[in-house]
């Protein structure tokens, strides 16, 4: 970023309309900030001056506008209602980029544990993560629970991820929810040596939530799940500067297709699930695979991602891209193409679907990340693990034949 | 609503495909509680029945689905996550409703004082109630805001909404700046005898604000803003079931903009900001007016209108619509028309741009009202209030004429 905009959050938007760009640029600029300099004294003009927006380039239907950092704070509710609030009304126009210089982008919490510290968390070092999609849970009995958990994390999986939309948890409920699916991962791992990570939905009133996930924490959780955008960006920043919450928070993206898919309104998905995410504090980040039949764009998905990861795109640390939907064993080696070796794969009917149950369906996916890691081909690594070749034989390993595939 | 769903919330999308609907809503059906029935053993198929959603109806590119109470609590995050969560990322849909039985409806906040209570709170029953919107606040002095705050109490109005993009306030902070404009209030009540509201920006950690609401009504706070949709719809709604949070709470739009313009994505501005916001506690609701530049469309400002008002609709008191943008004296009477007599008249430029300043600005507004109340023609009202004679010569009466302008 030039040195002219240190002071300021860049925002770049895609106007559908043509016409006088450039002076509806400068309306936006001062509109979103200042408010008219028509009819003010030149005093005050002046006074304003260093809280008035200015345009930055005025490019095709592209415009950018700097915003001063001494209106904003740091902190999602602030850079998102300065920059789209009430503009996000006017007509056709998309948010579809923030830029932050590096000093105010460093006052948000970002990840507390990253990529790095996730790894240590679980104890996995090299290879990607493998994340199983516990569905569904609706109406199911504590020792159902359990029974429905242990055969995932017997499978080898790391992370288990629960039901996003486990809100009324009556038979099931939260303190007593996390017990049986902990013991059930410690049956397990004893069993495998391998331990698990269950991230359990947090859910209840939004104030309540710092303390309800501070609670999870003493009773021995050792991961989160957040509906980051129906509670809103600034939950997932207060659980991540919160100290005494110190494990991974797990971000879903529901209602974000609210958002991003117009090409005329809303916000742009690499910027809602990547940068914002990992400024608010996202360890690991759900996003539509560019393989399943919910899906991103693949170069959206792969800006998204590299949105997470890339350590020179923001000063915080890098969070997990965690494509979702449309998975099986037969995808980890694109998988791996597309978003590399920090990735999380995660999988729902590719691990309960196997023919041989989510235990079989786990240790498929295993032996396919295995496999890729040390570059065999999946087909050479099914010889050696019925697991591996049953997968194959029900999924494939093409991307054109990927089945289409509902859940996250 | 049919009593074979009375213990369903019927969710309504509008999708853009075309092809086998009806398959498509029995796979959204499942696939949004439940996951697949495949597989599963006849008794776990018929423990999970009560957790199935079911479709209502398939009719054109309209499909709805019933969604158990049993799964949900009542809040918007739950709401939200279970009918729209993934569902929102699934290709070209939009929710377009939501219908909720009265005995769940009954259960979320709903606004605490209602149309009424906001009237016996402002002492005003005879007419409309009048907002001014207070622009632009970034980097005035505590002095330079109360001055400005003083010449809009003086008009008349029974509101003063603070600038919803206030964040960084260390120039004016909250409490003082609250203090020095309920001074100014105060200053302009001995003149005129009319107490105003002053709708303060509700900032900071989402966890925090309620009892940063309950301190500034502790310390006199009348009303307070909240941008919703940047701060999550649940905080409203803890902000409304808090007994000691008395005062009206004003809800801004800020965001709406990324979710409701598309016909293909997103949610409708009716259910968005009609219906969720009524549920989740607003006592008034800004919204783009279908007459300034920034516009919703007639029909639909209208079932917004109704959605915050209707006492059929929902079981909790109704809310005061607020359409803003592009009002100014003359259109008194279009907004009556249109909205009928419990709505609040909001205006920025057609207060602060009256050649005669903020004060004659209001009092123009004020004798519009009270003629449009009396049925006397504004024209003729303009023979006895000079305020209103400037303003109409300013802006004129008629909607074909309305100038585009930009703030809410």
């Known amino acids: 970023m030039n040195d002219t905009w240190k002071d300021y959050v ?46 930055v380039t005025v490019e095709g239907n592209l415009i950018r506008i700097a915003y001063p950092l001494t209106n904003l704070t740091p902190d999602l509710p602030a850079l998102l209602t300065c920059t789209f609030g009430k503009l996000s009304m006017d007509g056709k126009i998309r948010l579809v980029d923030l830029t932050l210089p590096p000093h ?47 055969p995932q994390a017997l499978g080898g999986v790391d992370l288990i991820k ?8 009556s038979e099931a409920p939260f303190e007593r929810r996390l017990e049986a699916c902990l013991r059930a991962g410690e049956r397990a791992r004893r069993e ?10 947090l859910t209840g009133p939004v104030h309540q939530l710092p303390e309800k996930a ?15 955008l129906p509670y809103g960006f600034d939950l ?10 110190t494990v991974p928070l797990v971000a879903h993206p529901a209602l974000a297709g609210a ?28 996003f539509p695979s560019p393989y399943g039949g919910m899906a991103l764009e693949r170069s959206e998905a792969l800006d998204l991602a590299s949105r997470l990861k890339d350590k020179t795109r923001l000063p915080c640390l890098p969070a997990f891209p965690v494509p979702s939907a449309g998975i099986h064993p037969g995808l980890v080696p694109h998988i791996m193409d597309d978003f590399g070796f920090d ?29 890729s890691v040390a570059g065999v081909p999946l087909e050479q690594a099914a010889a050696g693990s019925s697991d591996l070749r049953a997968a194959l034989d029900q999924w494939g390993s093409d991307k054109a034949r990927i089945p289409k595939e509902f859940p996250i």
Chains 1, 2 share one sequence.
């Open 104 to 150: 105010f982008a460093a006052a948000f919490a970002g990840p507390k544990l990253g990529v790095e510290g996730v790894r240590e968390r679980t104890g996995v070092h090299g290879r990607p993560l493998l994340m199983s999609i516990f569905k569904s849970c609706l109406g199911l009995t504590l020792t159902e629970l359990a029974e429905g958990f242990f």
């Open 214 to 228: 501070r609670r999870a924490v003493r009773l021995g959780a050792n991961a989160l799940l957040i509906n980051v």
């Open 162 to 169: 629960d039901d996003e939309i486990f809100f009324n948890d």
């Open 236 to 245: 997932l920043q207060r659980l991540s500067e919160d100290p005494e919450i």
């Open 10 to 55: 860049i925002a770049t938007y895609r106007l559908a309309a043509s016409g006088d760009l450039a002076k509806k640029a400068e309306t936006i600029a001062l509109g979103m900030t200042v408010g008219s300099w028509t009819g003010l004294p030149a005093a005050r003009q002046e006074a304003l001056d260093r809280h008035a927006g200015r345009v």
């Open 192 to 201: 495998t040596g391998q331990a698990v990570l269950y991230a359990i939905n």
């Open 343 to 371: 990735v999380v794969i995660n999988a729902g009917g590719g691990i309960h679907g196997h023919p041989g149950g989510a235990a079989a369906g786990g240790r498929a996916f295993r032996a396919a990340i295995a496999a």
């Open 259 to 286: 958002m991003y898919p117009s090409g005329d309104y809303g916000i742009a998905a690499p910027l809602l699930l990547g940068t914002l995410m990992r400024l608010a504090g996202a360890d690991l980040v759900l």
